[in-house]
């Protein structure tokens, strides 16, 4: 069929560049991958019992579009807890279908067509395209590594024109790790005040956060009238594949957000809503021994790449390396299919989640450390048969 019935919108948004590599990985034997962002960690027992337990008791109806009153009220009793923010389980908060579709319904119920969307860069894949087909124009913010990839006020305020709408904020930040402190926020606060700005913080990374607490950017004063936060259950409790996210906020933009969920998707599925009510009854066991065992994969995965001579900050959150290959004099795609091909390992090139990530790569160490370990040895394979001028520092010491 031809093409002309796509919506040119549609035909100017590329395919996601985490994919096309994760679809090269299913093609290839024996393939170690640092590239897509999901736990290695199965769900643990305890929340699986609970979605079979459901379906075993008949639990396969609709929900609210709201989602199941019990796990609205447990999220509630969460952000109380963690940040002293109070969520209206009623009208505040909305259970969506991953965390992706929450980003998705904000956008679209706050974006009028030509709203300006600022998005900090590096970042996640879907934030432009999403705001691109709500009608809106993303409006890139530059971040660098030699700010450990935070966005500042400063640099935010110099994009902000008449047509400015709102703000991305993701952190701790996929794809570089980087986290905002509670200064930084502070400071984008004002700005978001004085542009009378909406913001979308995308918090699904907020539990992995390492030497350091998560400030969530509706307990800074005045934000949360102005704050739609997205998060879920994918990273914090291995639930990639139950599809299961929410959204707070006030009860206006929820309202606007479960109109259009309410047409598009009606219900997250309630098996995973099930599941969550137990993970968040009884699961932060599990998630703190998964979190101090990506703690330790940190470490080793961001002192094997230094020591190779990629340059690679600490990341603070998350589960990504940043490292820098800009030494090699190779482009980021270069590199990452160069090693996919030579050595078998998936890492995703840093241009795709912006120009400014050029020259980098992403590695998620959401694998194990003995994978981490070969794939350190295999990245160190690859830099010697390019011939690559980089520094490379004790090499016999990979991954000890």
Request: aromatic residues 8%.
């Amino acid at each position: 069929m031809s093409d002309e019935f796509v919506a040119e919108v549609v035909k100017n948004i590329p395919p996601s560049g985490i994919r096309k590599f994760f679809d090269l990985v299913l093609e290839m034997e024996g393939v170690i991958s640092l590239g897509v962002g999901e736990p290695d960690f199965v769900t643990p027992w305890h929340i699986r019992e609970a979605c079979i337990y459901s379906l075993d008791k008949g639990f396969t109806s609709y929900t609210s579009n709201l989602g199941l009153l019990e796990l609205r009220e447990l999220i509630s009793k969460s952000y109380k807890k963690e940040y002293n923010i109070d969520y209206n389980p009623q009208n505040q908060i909305l259970v969506t279908t991953g965390v992706s579709e929450a980003a998705d319904l904000a956008f679209r119920a706050i974006i009028n067509p030509g709203d300006e969307v600022i998005v900090p860069e590096p970042s996640y894949v879907s934030y432009k395209p999403s705001v691109s087909l709500a009608g809106g124009i993303p409006v890139p913010v530059r971040t660098n590594r030699e700010n450990e990839f935070r966005v500042t006020a400063e640099e935010i305020e110099k994009s902000i024109t008449e047509k400015t709408k709102a703000l991305v904020l993701s952190y701790p930040n996929n794809p570089t790790g980087a986290v905002l402190r509670r200064k930084d926020l502070e400071e984008i606060a004002v700005l978001v005040n004085e542009y009378d700005l909406a913001v979308i913080s995308d918090e699904v990374y907020c539990k992995l956060t390492y030497g350091g607490s998560h400030t969530c950017f509706s307990s800074i004063p005045g934000m949360k009238e102005r704050t739609i936060i997205l998060n879920g259950f994918s990273k914090s409790h291995a639930m990639t594949g139950l599809r299961l996210g929410f959204a707070t906020g006030c009860e206006d933009l929820i309202g606007a957000m479960t109109k259009i969920h309410q047409y598009a998707m009606l219900c997250a599925p309630i098996t995973a809503q099930m599941g969550a009510i137990e993970a968040l009854k009884n699961g932060n066991g599990e998630m703190e021994k998964m979190i101090r065992e990506y703690d330790r994969r940190r470490r080793l995965i961001v002192n094997g790449l230094n020591k190779l001579g990629l340059d690679c900050f600490e990341p603070k959150g998350a589960f990504y390396a940043f490292p820098s290959i800009k030494s090699t004099g190779m482009t980021s795609e270069e590199f990452a299919g160069g090693l996919l091909k030579e050595e078998k390992v998936a890492v995703v090139p840093g241009n795709v989640f912006g120009d400014c990530g050029e020259g980098h790569l992403r590695c998620s160490y959401a694998t194990s450390r003995e994978q981490l370990i070969e794939a350190l040895g295999r990245i160190e394979s690859y830099l010697d048969k390019v011939c690559c001028k980089v520094p490379v520092k004790s090499k016999s010491k990979i991954g000890k």
